[in-house]
């Protein structure tokens, strides 16, 4: 039998109350920041636990496809500036009559205001051509960099950072201002800085874009669309 390990204990038992509503915490108030940047730039420090918390996320077959480009110059964001908005304006050439409108209307980015511009990508041959757990399922390598986002993202709430994700683009455009590889995908590219507020609601919700779906609809049992017996 093996001896009791109370350390090991105690780490798999789960959080202290107040450990867990500051995960929750957390969770409920991240925000997608667009307009609400302070022009401070990030300490270093705070940048590198961002960084330490987005390379902490699961991967499927532990292949941490994921890069990071951090962007400082104002010279290359106004270049990704621009290429937002010529696909900005392609997109909102889709919606019609009022919803147009409404759409040139939202701030979509904040890639100048923001001080601090994060690429992240995947590459897919990081691993090989065969990866545990991604053999019958190639996008595996995408997810699994949206979950290092999704950590980089929650770090920086409880940092007092704001995120936005800018995902209007066409990628070739990226990959060009920041000579990225071909065979390399772009994921994201986030906005990050200090911000003054931010909304109590996501901002969509704030202005009647979209309103946040009932959990109760989403949750099906035992199969597609089946309700708790």
Request: charged residues 25%.
């Amino acid at each position: 039998m093996r001896p009791f390990d109370k350390d090991a204990l105690s780490a798999a038992s789960g959080f202290s109350l107040a450990e867990r509503e500051a995960v929750y915490h957390a969770i409920m108030t991240r925000r997608d920041v667009r307009s609400q940047f302070l022009p401070d730039p990030l300490p270093d420090d705070v940048v590198e636990r961002l960084l330490t918390a987005a390379h902490h996320a699961p991967s499927v077959g532990f292949m941490q496809p994921w890069n990071f480009i951090l962007v400082k110059s104002v010279e290359v964001r106004t270049r990704v500036r621009d290429a937002f908005a010529k696909a900005n304006e392609e997109a909102a050439q889709m919606f019609e009559g009022e919803r147009r409108q409404a759409y040139r209307s939202l701030k979509l980015e904040g890639i100048v205001e923001a001080p601090l511009g994060i690429c992240v990508t995947s590459d897919p041959t990081r691993s090989g051509s065969v990866v545990l757990g991604r053999t019958h399922n190639p996008r595996m390598d995408s997810y699994s960099t949206v979950c290092a986002i999704q950590n980089l993202w929650l770090a920086a709430r409880a940092e007092g950072v704001g995120i936005g994700w800018v995902s209007i683009f066409r990628e070739g455009d990226l990959k060009a201002i920041l000579g990225i590889p071909e065979h390399i995908e772009v994921v994201a590219w986030l906005c990050a800085g200090f911000v003054d507020r931010l909304y109590d609601e996501p901002e969509l919700s704030v202005k009647g874009w979209r309103q946040r779906l009932p959990l109760e609809d989403l949750v099906f049992h035992d199969g597609w669309g089946q309700s708790e017996r």
